[in-house]
């Protein structure tokens, strides 16, 4: 059994989520996405800038592309990889799962609080 408690599974949680969202959305694994999406920043009518995704090519590029422009999709094979790290090489695995299981916590909780203080 991969969770010999709730707190096992907590810490994979938390560890899935920073994972999935250093992929997909921060700007340091850009280089990741960039052979397969193309980032465009477009000025809106109220003078903030959006930032959309367009898919490259097809292929594999493309099958790439959409893995890496959904969060949900990318969530699935992180946690896979995760729990195959965990099984294979216990001792390897063990602290990047906690590294960023802490970071991943650090990341709701400031999202919460920065929400508070700003009600």
Known sequence: MFFESWLMFF???????????????DKI???I?????????VTE???SVST???IKEAG????????LSCYW???IWVSALLLLCYEWIPKVAEPIILLLAVAG???????????WLNE
Do not use: N
Not at 60 to 67: C, T, W
């Open 29 to 31: 694994t850009s280089f």
């Open 52 to 54: 959309y995704m367009k």
């Open 33 to 41: 996405r960039a052979p397969f999406i193309e980032e465009i920043q």
């Open 73 to 75: 999709c990318t969530g």
């Open 60 to 67: 594999l590029r493309k099958f790439f592309g959409e893995l």
């Open 105 to 115: 916590a650090a990341a709701i909780i400031e999202t919460i609080v920065i929400r």
């Open 11 to 25: 810490i994979f949680s938390c560890a899935v989520f920073r994972l999935t969202r250093l992929l997909v959305f």
């Open 45 to 47: 009518d109220d003078g």
